[in-house]
């Protein structure tokens, strides 16, 4: 089992940054990638970043070249360091870790979800 916690959210002004954090615990050695994934109301939840073990990334196009991923595979922590905030970047973010099983398949775990709420 894999447990996560997210930190960071919070109100900020369009224009603005945020970090947000997500550390691991449990049996941390499995994981493999670890990502960011938000849902804003009345929307399905959709993919924000990525990032695997080996340090490869995946973004969504929206928030190409603002929102960076960033992973600490001695902390078992994924950040997700948001800029030039929109207000369509309203949402709630959770972290999201793949762990994989010795016979080769995949466990999905989610954290609580960190409020994320910009300002126009």
């Known amino acids: 089992q894999v447990q996560l916690v997210e930190s960071g959210g919070g109100l900020v002004q369009a224009g603005g940054s945020l970090r947000l954090s997500c550390a691991a615990s449990?049996?941390?050695?499995?994981?493999?990638?670890m990502g960011w994934y938000r849902q804003a109301p009345g929307k399905q939840r959709e993919l924000v970043a990525r990032?695997?073990?080996?340090?490869?990334?995946n973004y969504a196009d929206s928030i190409k070249g603002r929102f960076t991923v960033s992973r600490d595979n001695a902390k078992n922590t994924v950040y997700l360091e948001m800029n030039s905030l929109k207000s369509e970047d309203t949402a709630v973010y959770y972290c999201r870790a793949v762990a994989t099983r010795p016979n080769g398949s995949g466990d999905i775990f989610w954290g609580q979800g960190t409020q994320v709420t910009i300002s126009s």
């Open positions: 990032i695997t073990s080996a340090g490869s990334t």
């Open positions: 449990g049996s941390t050695f499995s994981i493999n990638t």
